[in-house]
Structure formats: C-alpha cells, structure tokens
C-alpha cells in the first residue's frame, strides 16, 4: 500500500505566523508524533510573509482516517490546541497526494 502525504498550507492572521509556527512545532506536531503521524515542516513562504506549508504522512489512507480521527477528537486539541491554533489561521487549504512507494520507510520519523 502507497503511504499518502498532505500539503497543508495555512494563511496566518496578518502579522501571527511567527506565534503559529511556533505552536505547531512546540505543540501540535508534537501531539502528532504520539499518534504516529509523521510531520515534515514548517516552509515558510518566500513570497508572503504569513503564508506557510507544512507536510504530514501517513502509512495508508486507512491510517489517515484513523490517525486525523485520533488526533481531531482527543483532548489536547480539543480542550486545548484548537482554541489557540485556530484563531491564528486566516485560511487553509490541503492537498493530498499518493507517497511514492518505499518513501514511507525514509519519512524522517519522530
């Protein structure tokens, strides 16, 4: 099975994507690691300065549902995360792509 890879791009709040790289990479990523999503990032952009990118991989689309699941309704993001990355995002947007296969087994894991 293909490993699946998304490339997520967030729009920080003008002048808050200093405060939202640091709180993926001190807290959210963190969290994703425990589940065994695999992060790769931050970029930021070379062309906006509060535009930013970002990968997460997982082994299969399986474990995406599974692991998005673990993640989106457990309580560090609810009770905690959410409340502070969302209102720093101005927009997202995700794109998900096929991993070519063996790459799951070089993903720089945790």
Known sequence: ????IEIRTYRAQPG???ELTA??????????????????GVF??????????W?????DAASRETMTKAFYTGN?????LAGLVLPLIAEHSVVLIEDTPGLWDRWPAA
Do not use: K
Request: aromatic share 6%.
């Open 23 to 40: 709180l993926l990479v001190d807290r959210v990523f963190p969290v994703h690691q425990d589940l065994g999503i695999r992060v790769l």
């Open 44 to 53: 930021p952009s070379a062309e906006d300065n509060d535009t930013l990118v």
């Open 16 to 18: 808050r994507s200093g």
């Open 1 to 4: 099975m293909a490993g699946v």
């Open 76 to 80: 560090q993001w609810t009770e905690e």
């Open 55 to 59: 990968l997460r991989a997982f082994p």
